[in-house]
């Protein structure tokens, strides 16, 4: 029974820690091809942009890049020849032509579409049945109390932009679940851009 109730309390606090240090997982929800117009390949250089004014927007691209750089695609992040101006209230023909003076023939751009937080409840875990004194009653024996986390949520649009075109060929969405907060997000990185990388791959575009 004592080794039963250690394990229970040492698989608790193991789930406390993971909830402190958070968690950071992303699905694909739906893909398409040939949005605006059909890919018109091949493509040899492309840059990764993440629109949204956020300090992990550097990390975000460069992990993209790199995951793009195992498939044999070449990337560029964004940051590292636009800085950190923003393409509000441009026209596709001048975005076209700052990214062609850079020879790039696409274009990732990462929208956040939604973000909202939702309050999860994680229940104590009640242990085993041990019996009431004095009674014939079994109940659990409780091991820890309920708590709360907060996870993030996280809607994300992908549109992948032929150049020359200056169209969007490919389009996907993801959702990304976080409860470790900016660690989260950090830690999250390279799966975040692993998901969206494998997506494109499927696609057969480059």
Known sequence: MR????????LFAALLAACATGYHDTRMVNTQT????????PYQSLVVGVLVEHELR???????????AEQGIQATAAHTVFGDKGIEGKSRDYLAQRMKENSFDSALAIHLEEQRTETLEVKGDPGTA???????????????????????????????WDVDQQAIIWQGNTVSFNTGGFK?????????AQVITNAIGKADIF
């Open 3 to 10: 080794k039963v109730k250690f394990a229970m309390v040492a």
């Open 34 to 41: 040939g949005v605006e117009k059909e890919p018109q390949g």
């Open 58 to 68: 550097a990390h975000l691209e460069n992990a993209i890049v790199a995951k793009f």
């Open 130 to 160: 041990v019996p009431v004194a004095g009674t014939m009653t079994m109940r659990p024996q409780v091991f820890s109390d309920d708590f709360f986390v907060n996870e993030d949520i996280y809607v994300v649009r992908l549109d992948l």
């Open 184 to 192: 989260g997000l950090e830690k999250g990185a390279g799966h975040f």
